[in-house]
């Protein structure tokens, strides 16, 4: 009996959260589309490359106490994927949307619906259970299940991960982030930056950082823009044909850098943890 209401839980979470498409099947079947940006070059994006919200529907800020600690991705209607280390013990909310990134915390404590965009609570957390237990940082991967689902929109919509499928070997990936330019300078951008990376030998980063970066990571450089404070958590992404439309894949998360926010930085390999992320959202959903 016990098995039968497993597989039924089993059964009704692959109907809640995926797409299938043949043995593989997408998160969300609506994952993955944006809208050209808008975005326009200002003083404070000169140096890098500016972009907007619709272009990055799924770019989700990780708020406690009301500031801004981290970043995140939507992956459907009620659950970011971010870093373990961006999973804090006090009460933590969500902002998605075309909100505004000075003031992240605005109306957060309501709960309340804005514009274009939600601020929601988070009501269940979930860290890989081997993090914290090395030194180096394997394992930093995290779930947050929002207080209630949200409605997709031009400002709101999930990234892609695609379930039970390898996806295509991808060297070139977007880096898109809220956080600060350069160590000591605190400001975030009201805008969204991007910048695109490399992967590059993972030896590379274990020399620079002086840990182990192993099969579970991905070393990744980039010229212009680079993961800096506030940035934890965000996606690495790459746009890849999939059933005949372009969509955008998230292939890392971003977990730590240079404390110059320049050159290299390390992420989370996404593609490594489907299982436990698919094993994660089922339990949760259950």
């Known amino acids: 009996m016990k098995k039968v209401i497993?597989?039924?839980?089993?059964?009704?979470?692959?109907?809640?959260?995926?797409?299938?498409?043949?043995?593989?099947?997408?998160?969300?079947a609506e994952c993955g589309r944006s809208l050209p940006t808008n975005a326009k070059l200002t003083w404070w994006n000169y140096f890098d490359s500016s972009t907007d919200i619709q272009a990055n529907p799924w770019i989700v800020s990780v708020i406690v106490n009301g500031k801004a600690k981290c970043s995140g991705s939507l992956i459907n209607h009620r659950f970011v994927l971010t870093a373990a280390?961006?999973?804090?013990?006090?009460?933590?909310?969500?902002?998605?949307?075309?909100?505004?990134?000075?003031?992240?915390?605005?109306n957060c404590s309501s709960g309340a619906r804005l514009s274009n965009a939600y601020c929601v609570r988070i009501d269940k957390k979930i860290v890989h259970a081997g993090f914290g237990k090395i030194q180096?940082?394997?394992?930093?991967?995290?779930?947050?299940?929002?207080?209630?689902?949200?409605?997709?929109?031009?400002?709101?919509?999930?990234?892609?991960?695609?379930?039970?499928?390898?996806?295509?070997?991808?060297?070139r990936f977007q880096l898109t982030v809220w956080g600060t330019t350069a160590e000591g300078f605190r400001s975030i951008p009201r805008m969204l930056k991007h910048s695109v990376g490399d992967r590059i030998d993972r030896e590379l980063c274990t020399l620079k950082f002086q840990q182990q970066v192993d099969e579970s990571q991905i070393c990744v450089h980039t010229e212009t823009s680079h993961a800096c404070k506030g940035d934890s958590g965000g996606p690495f992404s790459a746009k890849i044909l999939y059933g005949g439309t372009y969509r955008t894949f998230q292939f890392g998360i971003i977990i730590f850098g240079l404390s110059s926010c320049a050159g290299l930085s390390v992420c989370t390999n996404v593609t490594f943890y489907m299982d436990w992320i698919w094993d994660a959202l089922v339990n949760l959903s259950a």
Do not use: K, T
């Open 85 to 106: 280390h961006c999973v804090f013990r006090e009460a933590m909310q969500v902002h998605l949307g075309d909100f505004d990134a000075w003031n992240p915390g605005q």
């Open 6 to 28: 497993a597989a039924l839980l089993i059964l009704f979470a692959s109907l809640f959260l995926g797409s299938r498409e043949g043995s593989a099947f997408l998160l969300d």
């Open 136 to 171: 180096a940082q394997q394992y930093d991967i995290g779930l947050l299940r929002m207080q209630h689902a949200v409605q997709y929109s031009d400002f709101v919509r999930p990234i892609c991960l695609l379930i039970n499928e390898p996806v295509a070997a991808i060297d």
